[in-house]
């Protein structure tokens, strides 16, 4: 067997698992979108799905800086940022890579519940830089943690039953979550100490 036609098998190995996994993501967002709740039920959840753009960040910074202090609280914080800034050109990178489109544009039995953040679907930015961010607290304070774990992948999966993304954007932004974390966490363990002789503080 050449060379040549190795490569053409593996290709087409390739597109049709993606075929089946599209087939497979169609099928799902086809049957969640089309479940509903109570309305007073679904106002709420879409309420809560919003808290994903960013904004409960704020109360969870202050609820550490308060139980913490500032001398635990703020290493954690710079650990976060920093896994926050590789999810966000991960993000980036794969996104416009892939150009993958939301539900809502693939198929006209899908309506988009909630407004989507930017054209295209693939990965979820809600459950990866959510989860890169959870990710770095949890390392530090497993105790406040897990909770931040658990809210980045609720709002994935209500963004696939709100329309605006398919179940392996979740699974890869999850996936991808990870990832961006430990790569923040290599560079803050590498950079880390010289950072912090440079301003002072022992680490």
């Known amino acids: 067997m050449t060379a040549a036609v190795r490569g053409i098998r593996i290709f087409l190995t390739f597109a049709m698992m993606f075929k089946k996994i599209a087939e497979f993501d169609n099928r799902v967002s086809v049957y969640w979108t089309n479940r509903h709740f109570s309305a007073k039920t679904t106002k709420f959840l879409k309420f809560y799905v919003r808290l994903g753009d960013g904004y409960i960040w704020g109360v969870f ?15 954690i914080l710079a650990q976060a940022v920093v896994a926050l800034v590789v999810a966000l050109a991960l ?18 039995q899908i309506k988009a519940e909630v407004p989507p ?4 679907s693939f990965p979820s930015g809600h459950t990866m830089n959510n989860l890169a961010v959870a990710s770095a607290v949890f ?5 406040y943690g897990w909770v931040m774990i658990l809210l980045p992948l609720t709002w994935g999966l209500l963004r696939v039953y709100f329309g605006v993304h398919w179940l392996t954007d979740i699974v890869c932004g999850f996936l991808l979550g990870v990832l961006s974390f430990a790569v923040a ?9 010289a950072v912090l002789a440079a301003i002072g503080v022992g680490a």
């Open 91 to 108: 993000y980036e990178g794969v996104k416009l890579s892939t150009r993958r489109p939301r539900p809502f544009a693939a198929n006209p």
């Open 61 to 75: 910074a202050l609820i550490l800086f308060l139980h913490l202090g500032w001398d635990a609280f703020w290493p």
């Open 185 to 193: 966490h290599v560079i803050w363990v590498l950079y880390s100490p």
């Open 117 to 120: 953040l930017d054209k295209y």
């Open 139 to 143: 390392s530090a304070v497993p105790q």
